[in-house]
């Protein structure tokens, strides 16, 4: 979602740097549609604005009374330990966000490059965590975003997770 990028980048050094080298990458990891990144791209403050209120009133709404109205729990990722592992070997990682559901997806993304990891041991709810084990045989060494994915939504926190190359060993 656009207000989560926009979130994400005013309050994440690491992504404001990213966006800073390569906009149009971190666009694209972020998951946004090509609509978004036109959007952004305007720097438009007033149409970027009404954009996110429109996502606002798209979310589902708990109260039918208006003064009460609040945001329903949303699927995010706000965190992934350890944030990296090295480019052949096989990494176990834990994965954290609020509402993840008991059945759940994991990837790293780069551009077109993902990685689907095993997915267990999911807590949910509002400190919601997982274990998730990736494979990096044939990963490309990078920064790639963590996505989770539920049945009715998906988040991606951008450049989590870095792919090391493996050191080589003098002969």
Known sequence: MLMFFIADLAR?????????????RAMAQAGL???QKALLRTRDPKRIADAVAQEVEALPIRSVNPVV???????????VEPNS???????????????FESTMACSLVQGTSVISGVVSNVVTGMNSRMDVRFNLANAVPG????????????????RAFEVKRARQTPV
């Open 143 to 158: 920064p790639y975003g963590v996505q989770a994915r539920s049945r009715k939504a998906e988040s991606t926190l951008p």
């Open 33 to 35: 549609s090509d609509e």
């Open 12 to 24: 994440d050094p690491n992504l404001q740097a990213a966006f800073s080298e390569d906009p149009e």
């Open 85 to 99: 592992g090295v480019h052949g070997q096989e990494v176990k990682t834990v994965v954290y966000g609020t509402y």
């Open 69 to 79: 109205n609040w945001i329903g729990p949303v699927l995010h990722v706000t965190a």
